[in-house]
Structure formats: structure tokens, C-alpha cells
């Protein structure tokens, strides 16, 4: 990703462990074709208490053996300081040296929180355990977390995980550029200098979409809702003014200056594919 408009920026996409070995073949294509946009890293997500070690850590090696640089998340609720050492471990053993650091959110019927209770404590643990061995990001709100009673209490949070030893940080989705803005601006304000990158999520499904947004605190601004539910179940609709939105809002965060994309791929390809065709990436 060295030229035209995406030179100096850093570009990922991210990806759940397949369940199935369906799943599994189908993610080894999908990382062909995205790896053909030249993304720095693909990431994988860790399920809350464990619950997908070792599909995660199968699937960054996958993401290896094909030649691409991967980074595993790690949360830490519900999970001892010891587990998370042998994973930690774990990730350091295989070479891995690039690491996504979260708390993660508690199943329900999982009744014990874990030894951390958040994630800056669990940045400062992999800092304690292995020193500058991995690149760490956190993940950051501009819309803030819904359990964030205030908007600075949020901000002083995602600062003690910079200070805690994050190295960059990747964004919840949002589909307001402004409210991205606003939150690097105060962020810089309070000192804090690593980048933001700016988590992006395609529209394919508004039934998905709304439920996933409801759940996470990203607002889908009131005109895109209604225009969404409108189109009902005409799926070409959605994904066709969708994409309209995507590059409009993507346009815009690299114009501002943002320093790259992180891309929430579902494990699809073709989404980020057409994306990165009408940014001309
Ligand atoms: P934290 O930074 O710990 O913040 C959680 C809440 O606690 C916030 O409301 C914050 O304001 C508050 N808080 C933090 N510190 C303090 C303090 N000292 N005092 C008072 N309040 C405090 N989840 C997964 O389970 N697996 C994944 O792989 C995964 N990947 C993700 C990737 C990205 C890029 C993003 C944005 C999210 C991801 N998530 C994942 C979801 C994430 O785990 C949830 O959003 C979770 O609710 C918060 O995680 P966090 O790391 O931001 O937590």
C-alpha cells in the first residue's frame, strides 16, 4: 500500500475464526483476495473467556503460512492472570509480534468477571510479561462506549491504555466522520500522539447491522435508518446505497487526514474488494 492516496497509511482488515472447516476453506480465499489490496495486517477476534484460543491463534498462523502479516486480539474478561500469561505466551512463542489488547464483553450465563477488569490493565500486564516484544493496539470510541457514564471518563480510559503502553489504536464503526474528528481532536489535546485508525464497517444487512449497532453504542444516523429499513428486503438496495455511504465516509476520513482503515470484514471479501475499487486504493 505504498502509493497514491494510501502512502504513509496503514490499512487492516479484520476477521472472526471460522467454526466450520467449510468455514475455515473459505476464509483461506477470502484472505487471497484481500491480500491482493495490500493490507498491512489482518486481525482476528478472541471470544470473551477463551472461548476461541485456538481458532484465533490457528487462524493468524493460516494468515502467515499464506504470506501476510497477522495480529490476534486478546480480551481479557472472565479470564485468570495466569490464562492470559500462557496465551500471551503462547502468541510470543509462534514469533508473533503484534497483538490486538481489549476487555472483551461478559457472555451472558458467564457469571465471574475475570481478574482484569479493564482493558489498559490488561495492556500493562502484556508490557509487565514481555517488555516491548509486541506491537499493541486498543480499541477506541468516538461515540463513546455505552458504559461510559461520561464522555471524558471514556477519553481518560482509552488515555490510561495509551499510558498503560498501546502503541495505536482502532476505532468502533461509526458512520459519522465528525464525531471521529472530535474525538482525535480531544484525544491530541490530552496528549495523547499514537494513531487512530478508524474502524470501518460495510453494509450488507440492515437487520444485522441494527442489531450489532444496538449492541455496541455506534449510531446509524436517523436519514440512513430510514432509507435502510425502506428498501426492506430489496438486499440490492441496501448494498448498492450502502457502498454509496462507506466510500462517501472513508473519502472523507482520509481527507481529513486520517491515518488509514481498518476494515470490519465479516469474513467476506467482495464488500471490501468493491470498496477499495471506488476509493481507487
Ligand atoms: P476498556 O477500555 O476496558 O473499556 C471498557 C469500559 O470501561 C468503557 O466504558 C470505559 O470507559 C470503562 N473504563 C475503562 N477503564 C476504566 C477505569 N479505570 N475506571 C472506570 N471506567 C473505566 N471484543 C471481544 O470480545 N473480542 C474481540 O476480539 C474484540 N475485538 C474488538 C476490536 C475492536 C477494534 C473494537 C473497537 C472492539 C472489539 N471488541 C472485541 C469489543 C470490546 O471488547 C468491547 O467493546 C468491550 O465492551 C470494551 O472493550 P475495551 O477493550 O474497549 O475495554
Known amino acids: 500500500m505504498a502509493q ?38 489482518f486481525s482476528v477476534t478472541f471470544g470473551a473467556g477463551g472461548s476461541t484460543r485456538e481458532g484465533t491463534l490457528a487462524t493468524v498462523l493460516r494468515i502467515r503460512e499464506a504470506g501476510y502479516a497477522g495480529a490476534p486480539h486478546l480480551s481479557c474478561v472472565a479470564s485468570t492472570r495466569a490464562g492470559l500469561a500462557e496465551v500471551i505466551q503462547e502468541y510470543r512463542a509462534h514469533g508473533i509480534r503484534h497483538i490486538v489488547a481489549l476487555r472483551g ?3 451472558s450465563g458467564l457469571a465471574a468477571a475475570g481478574e482484569f477488569r479493564y482493558a489498559s490493565e490488561l495492556v500493562a500486564f502484556i508490557r509487565e510479561l514481555t517488555g516491548d516484544w509486541f ?15 461520561k464522555a471524558q471518563q471514556d477519553l481518560a480510559a482509552f488515555k490510561a491504555k495509551v499510558d498503560a503502553g498501546a502503541n495505536a489504536a482502532i476505532t468502533q464503526y461509526f458512520y459519522n466522520p465528525d464525531a471521529y474528528f472530535h474525538f482525535v481532536d480531544q484525544a491530541q489535546a490530552m496528549g495523547i500522539q499514537v494513531p487512530i485508525v478508524p474502524g470501518i464497517m460495510p453494509i450488507n444487512n440492515f437487520t444485522q447491522l441494527a442489531r450489532f449497532s444496538d449492541a455496541c453504542g455506534a449510531e446509524i444516523p436517523r436519514w440512513m435508518r430510514l432509507k435502510l429499513e425502506g428498501y426492506g428486503d430489496d438486499v440490492a438496495s441496501i448494498k448498492a446505497f450502502g457502498l454509496d455511504v462507506v466510500t462517501q465516509l472513508c473519502d472523507r476520513l482520509l481527507e481529513g487526514g486520517a491515518p488509514g482503515l ?20
Not at 136 to 146: D, G, S
Open 262 to 281: 481498518h476494515v470490519y470484514t465479516m469474513n467476506q471479501a467482495g464488500p471490501t474488494s468493491t470498496l477499495w475499487q471506488r476509493l481507487g486504493l
Open 4 to 41: 497514491g492516496r494510501g502512502a504513509g497509511r496503514k490499512f487492516s482488515f479484520e476477521f472472526y475464526p471460522p467454526k466450520t472447516a467449510e468455514g475455515a476453506a473459505k476464509l483461506q480465499q477470502t484472505v487471497k483476495q484481500l491480500g491482493q489490496l495490500g493490507p498491512d495486517f
Open 105 to 107: 464483553d461478559l457472555p
Open 135 to 149: 506491537h499493541i493496539e486498543v480499541a477506541a470510541y468516538p461515540e463513546y462506549h455505552p458504559q461510559a457514564r
